[in-house]
């Protein structure tokens, strides 16, 4: 026969019951957090489901104004074919900004629209042409008119600085 076995302290009962909270605890925090990403990621996946996505070129990095494009400045994202316009420079006719300085300065990572280059505005219609000239004039008449900014950094520490829009 056996000897009798001892019985539990209150110490190791209330010290097992702290172990066992903790571990299913930490095994729940684990489901919860797994579950969670399952549910993001199914629901990613299901408001992607009718996209279609279209190249379109974007700068590699942030252009000032007058600045020459050259091969390196492009890259070539996915964006929804929602969201695709013939403004956007595709691919196919990135050849035809390779050499030509922007009219706006242009961020890293934002597509590149026909409108940011000069060659966009030369093919306008005379009335179009003095219309621009006109609203320039009127533009330049209003004292308080802010300056344009030649740089997207020079824009962001304006506005980061606190300065007049």
């Keep these: 026969m056996s000897a009798p076995r001892k019985p539990l302290h209150k110490g190791m009962l209330a010290g097992g019951i702290a172990v066992g909270l903790g571990v299913g605890l930490v095994a729940s925090g684990f489901g919860a957090g797994v579950l969670a990403y ?3 990621k199914k629901a990613e996946r299901e408001s992607r489901a009718g996209w279609i996505l279209v190249p379109v070129v974007v700068a590699k990095r942030d252009v000032a104004p007058v600045e020459a494009l050259k091969l390196d400045d492009l890259a070539q994202r996915s964006i929804p074919e929602q969201l695709v316009t013939s403004s956007l420079v595709r691919p196919d006719s990135s050849a035809y900004v390779i ?7 242009v961020q890293e ?3 590149l629209r026909w409108a940011f ?4 505005t030369e093919n306008l219609k005379p009335e179009e042409t003095l219309l621009s000239k006109e609203c320039e004039r009127a533009l330049d008449l209003q004292p308080d008119r802010p300056k344009p900014d030649q740089t997207a950094g020079k824009i962001r520490e304006r506005i980061v600085g606190g300065g007049s829009p």
């Design 99 to 105: 050499g030509q300085s922007l009219t706006v300065p």
């Design 38 to 40: 399952t549910l993001v």
């Design 117 to 120: 280059f000069p060659v966009a």
């Design 109 to 111: 990572g934002e597509p």
